[in-house]
């Protein structure tokens, strides 16, 4: 059978970026595909942060929405916004070659961190992790697609902005004042941009699955199984990074409190072939020292 496969995805510029470079792939390989972008609730709603939003997947609800309804035939997303749990009959068929994992700190000129800073990011995650380092610090809310984020920057009193490196770098956007926060651990899977499809979509699913890079599927496999196990959604402040060297995967992990003040974190390395369950293993030694209890304290804050 040949059939047009119809690529779901984000409009903003980075999210197209991403479905071009799948579009580009598969057209490589014989198959003809047609973009749909479509807008998402993350981007339409801009003055409140993710948290407070209610859900998790907030980015990839409406293109699971358009995939159910036979608008679309898959989806290409970054890995960091897609939930853990994927919705009834939607699988995960390919995980591309991860690209650079960092955050990076953007900034208009040299910062002095000893001094008082205001530093921007969307993430609990990116706020925890910088609050732990510099207490002194004051972190406020930045919202919107890259090219919004770059901009609110530039027109605001802000010593710097967070952003993944990843991203920035895809669309040529990467600026000459920049610092790599190589201290700062990850959203599990950052960097990697993963595609899904119809369970019972058996074209789509194999066409999809020649894209797959096993070594990104594995790291990022136990990157979410840690964050999964600790059931922080895609909101709390939970870090994870695994890398293959050699025959054994490396891992870190992290939970923090919104405040930054507490910080539970594990690093372990276990055999490549034995990487399943070893990110629910990793989480579950965070939840028995202390997490399982900072994890209620987050919701509770959080409500």
Same mark, same amino acid.
């Given at each position: 059978?040949?059939?047009?496969?119809?690529?779901?995805?984000?409009?903003?510029?980075?999210?197209?970026?991403?479905?071009?470079?799948?579009?580009?792939?598969?057209?490589?390989?014989?198959?003809?595909?047609?973009?749909?972008?479509?807008?998402?609730?993350?981007?339409?709603?801009?003055?409140?942060?993710?948290?407070?939003?209610?859900?998790?997947?907030?980015?990839?609800?409406?293109?699971?929405?358009?995939?159910?309804?036979?608008?679309?035939?898959?989806?290409?997303?970054?890995?960091?916004?897609?939930?853990?749990?994927?919705?009834?009959?939607?699988?995960?068929?390919?995980?591309?070659?991860?690209?650079?994992?960092?955050?990076?700190?953007?900034?208009?000129?040299?910062?002095?961190?000893?001094?008082?800073?205001?530093?921007?990011?969307?993430?609990?995650?990116?706020?925890?992790?910088?609050?732990?380092?510099?207490?002194?610090?004051? =972190? *406020?809310? &930045?919202?919107?697609?890259?090219?919004?984020?770059?901009?609110?920057? %530039?027109? @605001? !009193?802000?010593?710097?902005? $967070?952003?993944?490196?990843?991203?920035?770098?895809?669309?040529?956007?990467?600026?000459?004042?920049?610092?790599?926060?190589?201290?700062?651990?990850?959203?599990?899977?950052?960097?990697?941009?993963? =595609? *899904?499809? &119809?369970?019972?979509?058996?074209?789509?699913?194999?066409?999809?699955? %020649?894209? @797959? !890079?096993?070594?990104?599927? $594995?790291?990022?496999?136990?990157?979410?199984?840690?964050?999964?196990?600790?059931?922080?959604?895609?909101?709390?402040?939970?870090?994870?990074?695994?890398?293959?060297?050699?025959?054994?995967?490396?891992?870190?992990?992290?939970?923090?409190?919104?405040?930054?003040?507490?910080?539970?974190?594990?690093?372990?390395?276990?055999?490549?072939?034995?990487?399943?369950?070893?990110?629910?293993?990793?989480?579950?030694?965070?939840?028995?020292?202390?997490?399982?209890?900072?994890?209620?304290?987050?919701?509770?804050?959080?409500?």
């Amino acid at each position: 059978m040949k059939k047009t496969i119809r690529i779901g995805t984000r409009d903003s510029e980075l999210a197209l970026w991403q479905a071009n470079t799948v579009k580009s792939k598969l057209e490589n390989l014989g198959y003809t595909t047609q973009l749909v972008p479509v807008k998402s609730e993350g981007d339409l709603v801009l003055d409140k942060p993710l948290y407070e939003m209610g859900i998790t997947g907030i980015f990839t609800k409406t293109l699971d929405v358009a995939m159910i309804t036979g608008t679309v035939d898959i989806a290409v997303h970054s890995m960091k916004d897609v939930p853990t749990q994927l919705p009834n009959g939607i699988v995960q068929t390919a995980v591309l070659e991860r690209a650079s994992s960092e955050d990076i700190l953007v900034t208009k000129s040299k910062v002095y961190f000893e001094s008082p800073c205001t530093i921007a990011t969307g993430s609990l995650r990116r706020q925890a992790q910088w609050l732990h380092r510099y207490p002194n610090h004051k =972190v *406020v809310d &930045l919202r919107g697609n890259v090219n919004t984020r770059l901009q609110k920057l %530039k027109d @605001n !009193d802000w010593q710097g902005a $967070i952003f993944a490196k990843a991203g920035l770098q895809r669309i040529n956007l990467l600026p000459a004042d920049f610092i790599d926060l190589n201290w700062m651990l990850p959203a599990p899977a950052q960097g990697a941009m993963v =595609v *899904v499809a &119809l369970e019972e979509d058996e074209f789509c699913k194999e066409a999809t699955s %020649k894209l @797959n !890079d096993y070594n990104s599927e $594995i790291c990022t496999y136990m990157e979410r199984e840690f964050l999964r196990t600790l059931e922080g959604g895609c909101t709390a402040p939970i870090g994870a990074f695994a890398e293959i060297i050699d025959d054994e995967i490396y891992f870190k992990g992290c939970l923090f409190s919104i405040d930054g003040k507490t910080k539970i974190d594990i690093e372990k390395k276990v055999l490549t072939s034995q990487y399943k369950g070893f990110g629910k293993e990793c989480a579950k030694f965070i939840l028995q020292n202390g997490g399982s209890e900072l994890m209620i304290s987050i919701k509770n804050e959080m409500k």
